[in-house]
């Protein structure tokens, strides 16, 4: 199980840093996904690192304002998010699958372990 901490309600320009960790599985042995979904949309792929973290993938609407990272213990798996936009706002989830090895997944229908989300809300 997968276990997401770090949410917080924010303003505009501001920075969090949310972690995944894991219960009772490695975060070491597959690529880790963060996801983030709004009532009434579909969970949205925003970043993802592959198991050997020289692979990441950001969304176009992050991309350069976000940062995916796994500490060397390979236990956590962390999104620094900069210069926060109201549109950031959602709940964010990490997600991993367990043959998936690299980020060759997008959709959340083919991720298998979830955690319960934390809540991103980004407001003046």
């Known amino acids: 199980q997968l276990v997401e901490s770090g949410g917080a309600s924010v303003q505009p320009g501001d920075s969090l840093r949310l972690s995944c960790a894991a219960s009772?599985?490695?975060?070491?042995?597959?690529?880790v996904s963060w996801f983030r979904q709004v009532p009434g949309k579909e969970r949205e792929m925003v970043s993802c690192i592959s198991e050997s973290s020289d692979i990441t993938y950001y969304a176009e609407s992050v991309k350069g304002r976000f940062t995916i990272s796994r500490d060397n213990g390979r236990t956590t798996v962390s999104l620094q998010m900069n210069s926060l936009k109201p549109e950031d706002t959602a709940v964010y989830f990490c997600?991993?699958?367990?043959?998936?090895?690299?980020?060759?997944?997008?959709?959340?229908?083919?991720?298998?372990?979830w955690g319960q989300g934390t809540t991103v809300t980004v407001s003046s």
């Open positions: 009772g599985l490695t975060l070491g042995s597959s690529a």
């Open positions: 997600a991993s699958e367990r043959l998936a090895l690299s980020c060759w997944l997008y959709r959340a229908a083919e991720y298998g372990n």
